[in-house]
């Protein structure tokens, strides 16, 4: 069936050390690929998403490519800092879907 | 203004109540959802709704029901809850055939069963 597969956590991280979180997919039809991010207290925010193979999502310094071929879509992040401490979820949904399926989550703890 | 708001945000209960959650949105998103996340963070899809209709109904308790007054409104409604119930929920709503856009989530609400 549909699954979505992260990384364990936690990773703990010096700033300014590079980030990687591993996420791979099974999925039936051409899923859109998704990073959520959920802070502390709060509800899961979108950070980036590809819709289709090869594109490549980014936003606040993170970035993902849609790996078609690797079914992957790893988040990455040239130099963490503190703030970026929260839980990480990689999801995807495929057309004519409502059902979003989500990864298990990778907490992030960046240490000063 | 809050996309999706619910209520409440904290909710401690004793163990055979009964609860209710709210949650509205101002998007003018059709379709809504409600999400179950454990102590562990995983997140499990319980119930969607679209343009008040029914369309996701996961293997979730008959005690769970949901309600969808209107396209704006998904509520939860608990009867008898247990130990195990105890869990943070989310609600979320996107626009039909925007899946690529993603969800928007609220902020969650807190259920304690003692």
């Known amino acids: 069936g549909d699954s979505v597969t992260q990384m364990e956590g936690p990773v703990t991280l010096s700033e300014e050390a590079f980030l990687t979180i591993n996420c791979t997919y099974t999925?039936?039809?051409?899923?859109?690929l998704f990073w959520y991010v959920q802070y502390p207290g709060e509800g899961l925010q979108l950070l980036l998403k590809?819709?289709?193979?090869?594109d490549k999502g980014s936003n606040k310094g993170f970035e993902a490519t849609y790996r078609k071929e690797t079914t992957s879509f790893h988040l990455e992040k040239g130099s963490v800092q503190v703030s970026d401490s929260a839980v990480y979820f990689c999801?995807?949904?495929?057309?004519?879907?409502?059902?979003?399926?989500f990864g298990t989550g990778t907490r992030l703890k960046v240490l000063a | 203004d809050t996309a999706v708001s619910q209520t409440p945000k904290y909710l401690v209960t004793q163990m055979g109540n009964d609860k209710s959650i709210k949650c509205e949105q101002n998007?003018?998103?059709?379709?809504m959802y409600w999400y179950k996340q454990d102590s562990k963070k995983f997140l499990k899809i319980m119930f969607s709704?679209?343009?008040?209709?029914?369309?996701i109904n996961e293997t979730v308790p008959n005690r769970f029901s949901p309600k969808s007054p209107d396209k704006a409104h998904l509520n939860l409604h608990i009867n008898s809850l247990e130990l195990g119930d105890s869990a943070v929920y989310f609600c979320?709503?996107?626009?039909?055939?925007?899946?690529?856009?993603?969800?928007?989530f609220g902020s969650g609400t807190r259920l304690t069963v003692v």
């Open positions: 709704y679209n343009n008040k209709e029914l369309i």
């Open positions: 999801a995807f949904v495929t057309s004519g879907t409502y059902k979003y399926i």
């Open positions: 998007l003018g998103h059709d379709t």
């Open positions: 979320a709503s996107r626009s039909a055939g925007t899946e690529t856009y993603g969800y928007t």
């Open positions: 590809a819709t289709k193979a090869d």
């Open positions: 999925a039936t039809g051409y899923p859109s």
